[in-house]
């Protein structure tokens, strides 16, 4: 579905049903295609708003959030398994090279890596 892109948009949804969207770097696996998986801060305001209601909405965006294809319902919860979250980071370092890795730097330097969460986005028929 958006193999090729390198973002995805995620519309998340305020108590008041205001949309807010956010740009992100995402990977897929071969054996979820229909799932999407991408991190975040566990304090964001992301995981806040998906905790109060997982309806989402997603399309392939540039690095500025600007669409490229037609949004497309989902769901999105935040991921449990420890599994999941090396699966994910392991996954971003060899997608996004250099990009990761000195996100990675930072994240180590701010003592960060222990404020992720993995967020798995499930595409809506």
């Known amino acids: 579905m958006f193999a090729r892109e390198r973002y995805i948009n995620l519309r998340t949804f305020k108590k008041d049903f205001g949309a807010i969207d956010t740009p992100l770097w995402f990977v897929t696996f071969p054996d979820r295609p229909d799932k999407f998986f991408a991190f975040t801060n566990c304090m964001s305001g992301k995981i806040k708003r998906i905790k109060n209601n997982n309806a ?22 935040q991921s449990e398994k420890a599994s999941d979250y090396s699966m ?6 060899k997608k996004y090279g250099w990009q990761m890795h000195l996100l990675e730097f930072f994240s180590a330097t701010f003592n960060r890596r222990k404020n992720r969460a993995i967020l ?6």
Do not use: N
């Open 56 to 77: 989402a909405e997603i399309c392939a965006c540039d690095y500025k959030g600007k669409p490229k294809t037609p949004w497309k319902s989902a769901t999105v919860y």
């Open 88 to 93: 994910v980071i392991g996954a971003c370092k």
């Open 120 to 125: 798995e986005i499930q595409v809506r028929p």
